[in-house]
C-alpha cells in the first residue's frame, strides 16, 4: 500500500494440489471487499503474459489490462468507487425526543431518578451535567435472605453489565461477596473489569483467589506467584468485612490448608531487632522459603554477609535487610531498583507453602503414605524426597496428609424414642427405589443410630461422602 493509502498492490499463490476449486476467485473477492474497506481507490498487480487463467480471472472481476513495468508481465487494474456520504436532513426534534425517551427509561428503570434529571437541549453539558444511574447500577442483584438457600434473577447478556451487578451487590451486601468464575482465564478477566470499575476503592477490595493451574498429582507444583497470592488471600479473609472475592470453580473443590497454619506460622522482621543470620536462615527453609544465589520470586532468600535479600509470600517486591553486627539497622524494599528503593520498619513473612515442612507434619504424612497406598517406600520419589526433607514437586495435591483430621461433625448420635419413631415413618415414606423395593424398617433395632445432619441411618453412606440434605 502506498503512503498516502491510495493505491494498493496484491498477489496471489495458489498450490497446485488445490487448482481448479475456486480458491483464487475467493481470495481476489476478498481482497476486494477488504479494499473498499480501507478506502483505497486503486488495486493493481502484475501477472504474467503466460498466465492467461489469471488473466481471466481477473477480467471477470472487472480488471483492465495496462502494460507492465518489465517485459514479460501486464498488469490487472481495479478502480473502485468511492462512498458517496449519506447526508442525513436536520431534525431539531431528534435530541429532545432522545432525551425524552431517555427521562422514562430512567423513570421506569430507577424510581429515584428524578434527583438526577437529564439536562435539555439549551442546558449546560461537561463535568457539571447530572445524568441518572445506570439501569444496571439501578437494580442490583437480589440476595438471598436470612433462611432462603438461593435467589433466582435474570442476569444481563453483557459481561460488563455484570460486572456492574456484582459491584452494586458486593456494596449493598454486609459481608465478601464470593464470586465463582468459570475457569482462571474467566478468573482474570473478572478480576480486571472489577479493578477497572472499583480503582482504589478500599472501602471494597477485590481479593483473587487463584488457582494452582496444574493437573491434579501431577509432578509440577505451581507457580511462585500464585502460590503467594493465594496465601495472601487466605491471610486477609478472616479480616475481610466487605469485598469482592474471585474463585474459579476448580478451585472450590480443593483442600485448603487450616488458618493455624497459615496465621500460626507467619514471623515478623523489625528495624533495631537482634537477628541471627544462621537460625533466621534455617527458620525461613523450614517455613517453604528456597535459599538461591539470586532472589527473583515470592519465596526466594539469599545471605551474603551481613544482608539478608528475601522475597515474603504475599508481597508486591523482595526485601533487603541490613545488619549492623547481630542487629537489624535498615530494611529497604524493592532491591531490584535501588533508584526505587524505600525503606520500611519492618516486613512480615508469610509460610513459603501451603503445605507444611515441620517435622511433626512430615513425619505424620509418611506415615499416612505407609498405611493406606500400596506403594514400594524404597522407590517412591515422594516418599524418599520428603523423608530426605525436600519438597517434592506436586506436593500440594497431598495437603490432607499433612494435618490432623478434623472430628467429624456429623457424629451419630441415639435419638429419642418419639423422635426415632417419627424418622422411622418419614424413611418408610419414601418412593420405592429403582428396582421397585421400599426401604426396610429403620425402627428393627433399638439401637439404630441417626445422622444428625441428613436423618438417614448411618448405614448408609454419608458418612464417605458429602449427603444432599447434608
Known sequence: MDDDGS???????????????GLGRHLMRRLVRWAKG??????????LESNLPMQALAA????????????????????????????????????????????QRAARWAPGAAAHPIPSAGAPSGAG??????????????????????????????????????????????????????????AHQIESDLQTLLGNDASLPVVPFPDWETLPYDRF????????????????????????????????????????HVLGNRFDLGVGQRLD??????????????????????????????????????????????????EID????????????????????????????????????LDTLRERFDIDTRRSALYQDLKAGLAPAGIEYYLPLFFRRRPPDRDPVRLPAAERAAAARRWRARPPTRSGRRPANATSSAATTWNTRCWRPTSCTCHRMRCANG
Not at 466487605?242 to 470453580?249: A, L, S, Y
Open 330 to 365: 535498615s530494611i529497604r524494599a524493592s532491591i531490584r531498583d535501588p533508584a526505587f528503593a524505600g525503606q520500611a520498619r519492618g516486613i512480615e513473612l508469610l509460610p513459603g507453602r501451603e503445605v507444611p515442612l515441620d517435622d511433626a507434619p512430615v513425619a505424620r504424612a
Open 60 to 103: 471477470s472481476l472487472n480488471f483492465r489490462r495496462e502494460p507492465g513495468d518489465a517485459p514479460g508481465l501486464v498488469r490487472m487494474v481495479l478502480d473502485l468507487p468511492q462512498p458517496k456520504p449519506r447526508m442525513r436532513p436536520p431534525c431539531p426534534g431528534r435530541a429532545e425526543a432522545a432525551r425524552a425517551a431517555a427521562r
Open 129 to 186: 451535567a447530572r445524568y441518572p444511574p445506570h439501569p444496571v447500577a439501578a437494580r442490583p442483584c437480589p440476595l438471598p435472605q436470612p433462611g432462603q438457600s438461593r435467589a433466582w434473577w435474570r442476569a444481563p447478556a453483557s459481561g460488563p453489565a455484570l460486572r456492574c451487578l456484582a459491584v452494586a451487590a458486593a456494596a449493598q451486601h454486609r459481608a465478601p461477596l464470593l464470586l465463582v468464575a468459570r475457569d482462571n482465564h474467566s
Open 38 to 47: 480501507r478506502k483505497v481507490q486503486r488495486v493493481y498487480g502484475d501477472v
Open 277 to 326: 543470620l544462621d537460625a533466621e536462615k534455617r527458620r525461613l527453609e523450614s517455613a517453604g522459603y528456597r535459599n538461591v544465589p539470586q532472589v527473583l520470586d515470592p519465596g526466594d532468600f539469599a545471605v551474603r554477609g551481613g544482608l539478608l535479600d528475601v522475597y515474603p509470600m504475599g508481597a508486591e517486591a523482595p526485601f533487603r535487610v541490613e545488619l549492623l553486627d547481630d
Open 221 to 260: 507444583s505451581p507457580h511462585p506467584e500464585i502460590i503467594s497470592q493465594r496465601l495472601a488471600a487466605l491471610q486477609r479473609l478472616p479480616q475481610l468485612e466487605r469485598g469482592i472475592v474471585i474463585v474459579p470453580v476448580q478451585t472450590l473443590l480443593q483442600r485448603l490448608p487450616p488458618r493455624s
Open 7 to 21: 493505491d494498493a498492490e496484491f498477489a496471489i499463490l495458489v498450490s497446485h494440489y488445490v487448482n481448479g476449486m
